[in-house]
Structure formats: C-alpha cells, structure tokens
C-alpha cells in the first residue's frame, strides 16, 4: 500500500503562485510515477502533471505547460506541483495520485493510490 498527503492549496489572486506537495509513505519503493489531477464543480476530474519516479520525465497538460512545474524530492518522497500564474479556470480541487504500472500517465483510471485533495481557489 501507497499512502499520500497533499498539502498547500488556497486561496490566491489571478496571476499569483502556489506550491502544492504530495507526501508518500507505505511501499513508496513500488511507485512507477505520480500526478496530478484535479476536478472543478460540475466537471470531470483532468490530468494536470506527471513524473516518472525513476528518471523523472514530466508530463504536462496543455493547459498548464509553461506554468505549471511538477518536480520530486526523492529522498523525502515527496512530489511538488509549482503552479504560476495562476488563472480563475485553475481553481479546483487538486489530487495526487501513484500508481505502479501505468502505460498511460494522463489515464488517472491507470493509478491505485490516491490523496485526500486540496482546494486551490484563483480569484479574479
């Protein structure tokens, strides 16, 4: 088992920061990659960002690529979504997800392991 804690939503005006981090414990030796997800009200939860925890490939959303940084401290086990310029239609509930076979990084059907969330709010 793969336990994770997301931590470091809030609220931030349009255009300002936040850095979002996904805390992993349990079989953490097993973890193929993890990513980001989130799902706004009344919408379907969305790939936001991935990395490959041997090697450290990244992936990004169209949407987010160029504001978004998603990187790993492996020594804490720990995942970091840096989030910049931040726009209203960022505002969402945000999860990070592990998996250990995932042929498809943005499928978030393909990982086993998820956080409680954190809330990120953007006003405008």
């Known amino acids: 088992q793969v336990q994770l804690v997301e931590s470091g939503g809030g609220l931030v005006q349009a255009g300002g920061s936040l850095r979002l981090s996904c805390a992993s414990s349990?079989?953490?030796?097993?973890?193929?990659?993890i990513g980001w997800f989130r799902q706004a009200p009344g919408k379907e939860r969305e790939f936001v960002a991935a990395?490959?925890?041997?090697?450290?490939?990244?992936y990004y959303a169209d949407s987010v690529k160029g504001r978004f940084t998603i990187s790993r401290d492996n020594a804490k086990n720990t995942v970091h979504l840096q989030m910049n310029s931040l726009l209203p239609e960022d505002t969402a509930v945000y999860y990070c997800?592990?998996?250990?076979?995932?042929?498809?990084?943005?499928?978030?059907?393909?990982?086993?392991?998820w956080g409680q969330g954190t809330q990120v709010i953007v006003s405008s």
């Open positions: 997800a592990a998996g250990t076979r995932i042929p498809n990084l943005r499928a978030d059907t393909q990982y086993g392991y």
């Open positions: 990395i490959r925890w041997s090697g450290g490939s990244t």
């Open positions: 349990g079989r953490t030796f097993s973890i193929y990659a």
